[in-house]
């Protein structure tokens, strides 16, 4: 497997949060410990070997192979994940796998835990997905590149969401680094915030230094109060979370090459399949990065790609058509699907690793940044779009 999208990170380097590389904020996997975690699963033994780091910055990752057998393991320190959170995370891909959906099998280690623990880390192994990782070097917000990908990105999570239905978990308990849609339903949002920071103390303790009543106010509030009264009336459930080109893999590497399988259930929780898929445009439609990039094609603005949006959409409506209340939620979902996972970066950034610079870049230029970019022209042309094609269905 090798990625053609992006270039491969510089040994020691991971992706950041805006376009550059950057120190990563955990110590990449080691021989050792892959062999003490591995001694514990009863696969086909022998000397493992590191083939491949991932970049990606919030946990440490990469490819192995054992006794013939490509795997791949994942680190978390628990203050990120626990085994209890993570089993919730492999129980869902195991719904989905008994109907059908190509996500790679999670391994049991000899007592049948598909998470191990050593010392302050948490570990889960899974089958290498089928198909080629194109996308496995590109960082954040990455485009598809070819709207014959994003139309088969679009119609591979219109079979997730078909194959979720009836997952029977309720959703997640708040923590670092996850997803969810409480904020964006509530009568009070604001008062949901406080809530959910009195259960978070990292949180809190950022936001005590914010003016978060005020910025919510004036960036937030009114999208969420357009989509609570349409949202109001949808069933919820289960979705993948973090729906981009990075976490599928492909036919080929082809422009026309179709979904062979998906990976990364980190951020899957129980919402609405309307939030996950405004969740997916979110990740891979709108030039984000160039925000906050002097030196991009349009310093400070972002643009999207209406294009690669009705490409999705249209996959996705091939296989599970939206209903009429979906599609006139969607534009009002689109701007606030990323709020309470934007509140669980701050955390994270904040008091997990004490990176003061990155939590102020996810509270001021993800949780709010995003959110105001919908008023401007740009944005505001992406939802009036959307506006049109729901007033079709």
Same mark, same amino acid.
């Given at each position: ?9 510089p ?14 904020d955990?110590?990449?996997l ?6 003490t975690?591995m ?9 493992e070997?590191i ?13 192995i ?5 490509d &795997? ?5 320190? #628990?203050?990120?994940?626990?085994s209890?959170?993570? /089993?919730?995370?492999?129980?869902f891909?195991g719904?989905?796998?008994?109907r059908?959906?190509? /996500?790679p ?6 007592? @049948? ?16 997905? @089928?198909?080629?990782?194109?996308y ?12 014959? !990908?994003?139309?088969? +990105? @679009?119609a ?8 979720a ?5 309720p +959703? ?7 997803s969810?849609? %409480?904020?964006? #339903? ?9 809530? &959910? ?11 005590d230094?914010? /003016?978060?009543?005020? $910025? ?7 999208a969420?109060r357009? +989509?609570?009264p ?15 080109p990075?976490?599928?893999t ?15 259930f @980190? ?6 399949? #309307? =939030?996950d ?6 990740r ?15 310093p400070?603005r ?9 490409a999705?959409?249209?996959?996705? %409506?091939s296989v599970?058509?939206l ?6 939620a969607?534009?009002e979902?689109?701007?606030v699907? =990323?709020?309470?996972?934007a509140?669980?970066?701050v ?5 997990? #690793?004490s990176?003061p610079?990155?939590?102020? &870049? +996810? ?6 940044? !995003?959110a ?10 992406v939802? $009036? !779009? ?6 079709t269905v």
């Amino acid at each position: 497997m090798s990625g053609v999208i992006g270039m491969p990170a510089p040994v020691g380097l991971v992706h950041g949060m805006g376009k550059e590389l950057v120190v990563p904020d955990w110590s990449p996997l080691t021989s050792a410990e892959v062999h003490t975690v591995m001694a514990r699963y009863p696969q086909p033994g022998g000397d493992e070997m590191i083939t491949w780091r991932s970049p990606r910055p919030m946990s440490a990752a990469g490819l192995i192979r054992r006794g013939g057998m490509d &795997l791949f393991v994942k680190r978390h320190h #628990v203050r990120v994940r626990t085994s209890a959170q993570l /089993a919730v995370e492999h129980a869902f891909i195991g719904h989905l796998r008994a109907r059908g959906i190509a /996500a790679p099998a999670v391994l049991r280690a000899a007592d @049948g835990a598909t998470a191990t623990q050593h010392g302050d880390f948490v570990y889960e192994v899974h089958e290498l997905a @089928g198909g080629l990782d194109v996308y496995r070097d590109a960082v954040s917000w990455t485009p598809y590149a070819s709207l014959g !990908h994003a139309r088969a +990105a @679009g119609a591979a999570l219109g079979r997730l969401h078909a194959a979720a239905d009836r997952f029977p978990l309720p +959703a997640r308990v708040p923590a670092v680094l996850t997803s969810g849609c %409480e904020i964006i #339903v509530a009568a009070d949002p604001l008062a949901e915030v406080k809530w &959910l920071a009195g259960r978070r103390p990292g949180l809190a303790g950022y936001l005590d230094g914010r /003016a978060w009543p005020d $910025d919510l106010t004036r960036h937030v509030l009114p999208a969420i109060r357009r +989509a609570v009264p349409l949202l109001a009336g949808l069933p919820r459930q289960w979705g993948h979370g973090d729906w981009h080109p990075s976490n599928l893999t492909w036919t080929s590497a082809g422009r026309d090459a179709v979904v062979a399988g998906v990976f990364d259930f @980190g951020l899957a929780n129980r919402t609405f399949a #309307v =939030h996950d898929l405004a969740t997916a445009l979110e990740r891979a439609t709108v030039s984000w990065l160039d925000l906050t990039d002097p030196d991009g094609p349009s310093p400070g603005r972002a643009e999207a790609d209406l294009d690669a949006i009705d490409a999705l959409l249209d996959g996705y %409506e091939s296989v599970r058509p939206l209903s009429p209340a979906e599609a006139a939620a969607l534009p009002e979902v689109f701007p606030v699907a =990323h709020v309470e996972y934007a509140l669980s970066e701050v955390e994270y950034f904040a008091q997990v #690793v004490s990176s003061p610079a990155n939590a102020d &870049l +996810a509270y001021d230029g993800y949780l709010l940044g !995003h959110a105001a970019w919908f008023a401007t022209p740009d944005g505001a042309a992406v939802l $009036d !779009h959307l506006r049109r094609r729901a007033a079709t269905v």
